[in-house]
């Protein structure tokens, strides 16, 4: 059932890895496949319909259907393999669409970009895996070309990762790419302003908190679903009563590392991927 909900307030989900494995500052960010099974299955049980995030745009521009009476936004950032062997399988199970952000650089080769998490060798999709992934319902987004932080970029360089991004992925896979992601959340006024006029119609950050149809489309919140997140605290977080804790977890796991990381990269020249 579909209605015009006002006030709803609308649940954006950050997956990164489903997977078994990582290393100790990887942890938080890959969720092992059968708790992400059932954490869909919860979706599936508890009558959630989850919608891309471009979905969610034109409803909330209202140039397309509105809102469905419980919906929920799945996304994943980076583009790692294990997307297609551990989580499409389940979505397709319940004819789940989702957002799937991805870095070009590293497509069909691994996660350079994660040196400080020691997780560099972690397998990236490759363009054929890509291919199938949009031709079963998943919305391939930009996630720049080689996962920078856009905000401490020369403005030069920022634009060009953002649109190379764009400019590689509707070039390889044939469609429109209209929906982004600021990796690591960060963003400025400057770089949104690039990310609208390289032709995106929305962009994600992080934020923690829930959206509703009056939120900045190109400043859109998300929840990370943590590696500890058990369907009761899952199940918690879509109720609204697990934010402030989350945020606390996702605080932990990137703080010690990209307070280092922002520090250096201020202070070393950007040399590119």
Request: charged share 20%; net charge positive; with cysteine.
């Amino acid at each position: 059932m579909f209605t015009h909900p006002e006030q709803k307030k609308i649940p954006i989900l950050m997956y990164h890895s489903i997977s078994h494995t990582a290393n100790p500052a990887f942890k938080p960010f890959a969720v092992a496949p059968s708790l992400f099974a059932d954490q869909m299955a919860y979706l599936y049980e508890q009558r959630y319909t989850p919608i891309t995030v471009t979905q969610f745009v034109h409803a909330r521009a209202a140039e397309g259907p509105t809102l469905p009476e419980r919906p929920v936004v799945l996304t994943f950032d980076d583009g790692y393999a294990d997307f297609f062997t551990e989580a499409l399988p389940i979505l397709k199970r319940y004819q789940f669409p989702a957002t799937l952000y991805v870095t070009t650089a590293y497509i069909d080769g691994t996660s350079r970009w994660l040196r400080w998490e020691r997780e560099t060798m972690r397998p990236m999709l490759s363009w054929s895996q890509l291919r199938v992934i949009c031709e079963n319902g998943i919305e391939c987004g930009g996630h720049t070309h080689s996962h920078p932080q856009l905000d401490i970029l020369p403005l030069a360089v920022a634009q060009d990762e953002i649109r190379l991004c764009k400019s590689i992925l509707e070039d390889h896979l044939q469609r429109e790419v209209t929906s982004f992601a600021y990796p690591f959340g960060y963003f400025t006024a400057k770089v949104r302003e690039m990310v609208y006029n390289v032709g995106y119609s929305s962009a994600c950050t992080v934020k923690h908190a829930f959206n509703a149809l009056s939120t900045d489309v190109f400043a859109l919140k998300r929840l990370m679903v943590s590696a500890n997140m058990t369907v009761p605290v899952f199940a918690a977080l879509l109720r609204d009563e697990k934010v402030r804790s989350l945020k606390m977890v996702y605080m932990r796991a990137r703080t010690p590392v990209w307070q280092f990381v922002r520090r250096c990269s201020v202070l070393t020249p950007f040399r590119g991927s």
